[in-house]
């Protein structure tokens, strides 16, 4: 009988989910999605096969599952880091800081693209958590025009063209480079909606 992980089933099933998604996330840095199977991920995980199945039929389930948990995860983080900031600049600032952070959960290297390597039906599935994410985004940016702060623009246009460039942008795990990096991505993402960035924290009149 397989060991129950946690004090009820109900944890012993989000434990064993949580160490599914830690195991596909570390092989996907590893060795890129198209590469690793269900029984290589049940392995780095430390459950047996049949676990995986009891959570997800197939690999791109897991997939999915995985998305949809870093992504309530990641709009839960968002959403408290911009409880309280009323100037939509400095919600712009702290939204591309977040982006950056989250960015490896829709572009885990090596190997092909995920869009080459899924079906259409996950496809579809994983551009709706990318909405998800956007959707604050939107939001920010039309309370920016709405209060003079931004100029009027083409949000159809300009949001996925701002998460293009942050999920493209490479940025160092950690240290000065790191900072520099950051500070000067939330600089290029202030001057591509209008604003100078040496005034961000300044009302311009």
Known sequence: MPKIIGATLAEHREQVRLRLFTA???????????????????AEAGVGRTAV???FPDKESLLLGFIEHETTSYIAALEESLAGLEDPVEQLRTYVQQQIHLKRVYHLAPGPDLRTV???????????????????????????IATGRFPRQDLDAVVPLINSCLSARNVPEDGPGRTR???ETVAFVMRAVGVDPHLVGRRTA
Not at 26 to 38: N, P, Q, S, V, Y
Not at 127 to 144: D, S
């Open 53 to 55: 199945y009891n959570h």
């Open 24 to 42: 596909l996330s570390t092989l996907m840095e590893r060795e890129g999605f198209d590469a690793i199977t269900l029984a290589d991920i049940a």
């Open 181 to 183: 990096a950051i500070d």
């Open 118 to 144: 899924v079906s259409r039906a996950t496809m579809m599935r994983l551009r709706e958590h990318i909405q998800q994410v956007e959707a604050p985004l939107r939001r920010i940016l039309v309370l920016g």
